[in-house]
C-alpha cells in the first residue's frame, strides 16, 4: 500500500527530468505546491469501534510519488513521525532523493533508528550513487535500500553495498523515456548476488534495451516484462 501524505515536489537532478510532476497531472494540479494530502492521517485514523483502519502488519511505501525530505514538509513531517512511532506494527518504507537533509529532519528520539521504518535512496546513475550513497550509509538507519531508478546508466555499488540491505531497479516511464539498458540491470543483479543481497527488477521501462533491440514497453507491461525475464533475488519477504 502507498501513503502519500503530501503532494507535490520539484526537480533535484537528472533523474527528475521525465517525472510525472511534468506530465497531465501536473498541469491539472499544479506541481511545486507541497501540500497535504486528504491521507495525510491515514496511519492513525480509527473506525468507531476505537480500531485504526489501517490493520497491523502491513507495509506503507511512504512519500513514493514525492519526497520524504523535502523542506517544505519540515513541519508536517513532525507529525508524520509522530504517526509513524504510534504505529509500531507498520513498516514504513520511506523514499527520498535529498538524503543530504536527513539529519535536520530526525525526530530528536530518533537514535540509532526506528524499528520500523526502512528508508531508501534513489540513485538513477553512478554520478548520483557517489553523491548520495556516502552519506547515506553513514546515517543511523535500521534498514536502508536503493532504489536504481530511472535507471539512467551503469552503476557500480562496490563501495557501498556491504550497508544496503536491498536494491530494486526500474527504467524510466514516460513518452520522452529515456533507454535502459538490460545490461546494466543484469550488472546490479550480480552484484547483489555476489553480496548476497536480495534485488528487485521492478519494472522495464518505457525503451528496453535487450538483445541489441530497443523495446518500447506499454506501461501496463513493464512490471510483468520485469518479473517474466525471473532476476529477482529474494529472501521470502515481499520485495519493494
Ligand atoms: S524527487 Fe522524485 S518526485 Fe520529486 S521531482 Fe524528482 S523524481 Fe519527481
Given at each position: 500500500?502507498?501513503?502519500?501524505?503530501?503532494?507535490?515536489?520539484?526537480?533535484?537532478?537528472?533523474?527528475?527530468?521525465?517525472?510525472?510532476?511534468?506530465?497531465?497531472?501536473?498541469?491539472?494540479?499544479?506541481?511545486?505546491?507541497?501540500?497535504?494530502?486528504?491521507?495525510?492521517?491515514?496511519?492513525?485514523?480509527?473506525?468507531?469501534?476505537?480500531?485504526?483502519?489501517?490493520?497491523?502488519?502491513?507495509?506503507?511505501?511512504?512519500?513514493?510519488a514525492t519526497?520524504?525530505?523535502?523542506?517544505?514538509?519540515?513541519?508536517?513531517?513532525k507529525e508524520?513521525?509522530?504517526?509513524?512511532?504510534?504505529?509500531?506494527?507498520?513498516?514504513?518504507?520511506?523514499?527520498?532523493?535529498?538524503?543530504?537533509?536527513?539529519?535536520?529532519?530526525?525526530?530528536?528520539?530518533?537514535?540509532?533508528?526506528?524499528?520500523?521504518?526502512?528508508?531508501?535512496?534513489?540513485?538513477?546513475?553512478?554520478?548520483?550513487?557517489?553523491?548520495?550513497?556516502?552519506?547515506?550509509?553513514?546515517?543511523?538507519?535500521?534498514?536502508?535500500?536503493?532504489?536504481?531508478?530511472?535507471?539512467?546508466?551503469?552503476?557500480?555499488?562496490?563501495?557501498?553495498?556491504?550497508?544496503?540491505?536491498?536494491?530494486?531497479?526500474?527504467?524510466?516511464?514516460?513518452?520522452?523515456?529515456?533507454?535502459?539498458?538490460?545490461?546494466?540491470?543484469?550488472?546490479?543483479?550480480?552484484?547483489?548476488?555476489?553480496?548476497?543481497k536480495t534485488?528487485?527488477?521492478?519494472?522495464?521501462?518505457?525503451?528496453?534495451?535487450?538483445?541489441?533491440?530497443?523495446?518500447?514497453?506499454?506501461?501496463?507491461?513493464?512490471?510483468?516484462?520485469?518479473?517474466?525475464?525471473?532476476?529477482?533475488?529474494?529472501?521470502?519477504?515481499?520485495?519493494?
Amino acid at each position: 500500500m502507498n501513503w502519500e501524505p503530501w503532494t507535490g515536489c520539484y526537480p533535484l537532478s537528472d533523474g527528475c527530468k521525465n517525472c510525472y510532476f511534468y506530465g497531465p497531472h501536473a498541469k491539472r494540479y499544479g506541481q511545486n505546491e507541497i501540500t497535504k494530502t486528504d491521507k495525510f492521517d491515514w496511519p492513525i485514523r480509527k473506525k468507531k469501534n476505537g480500531e485504526y483502519n489501517i490493520k497491523g502488519d502491513k507495509i506503507l511505501a511512504t512519500c513514493f510519488a514525492t519526497d520524504f525530505f523535502l523542506p517544505e514538509a519540515d513541519e508536517m513531517r513532525k507529525e508524520v513521525w509522530a504517526m509513524i512511532k504510534e504505529r509500531q506494527d507498520i513498516d514504513f518504507l520511506i523514499l527520498t532523493k535529498r538524503i543530504d537533509r536527513f539529519y535536520e529532519s530526525l525526530p530528536e528520539d530518533w537514535g540509532d533508528g526506528y524499528d520500523n521504518v526502512n528508508i531508501g535512496c534513489t540513485v538513477e546513475n553512478q554520478e548520483m550513487a557517489d553523491q548520495r550513497l556516502p552519506l547515506f550509509i553513514s546515517y543511523p538507519i535500521k534498514r536502508r535500500f536503493v532504489a536504481c531508478a530511472p535507471l539512467l546508466g551503469p552503476i557500480d555499488l562496490t563501495n557501498y553495498i556491504h550497508a544496503i540491505d536491498h536494491v530494486s531497479v526500474g527504467g524510466e516511464t514516460s513518452r520522452e523515456a529515456r533507454v535502459c539498458d538490460y545490461q546494466w540491470v543484469l550488472d546490479l543483479h550480480e552484484q547483489c548476488k555476489q553480496a548476497n543481497k536480495t534485488f528487485w527488477f521492478k519494472n522495464t521501462g518505457s525503451q528496453f534495451l535487450r538483445d541489441g533491440i530497443i523495446e518500447k514497453v506499454n506501461p501496463f507491461k513493464q512490471t510483468t516484462y520485469a518479473k517474466e525475464l525471473d532476476i529477482n533475488i529474494s529472501d521470502g519477504k515481499p520485495l519493494f
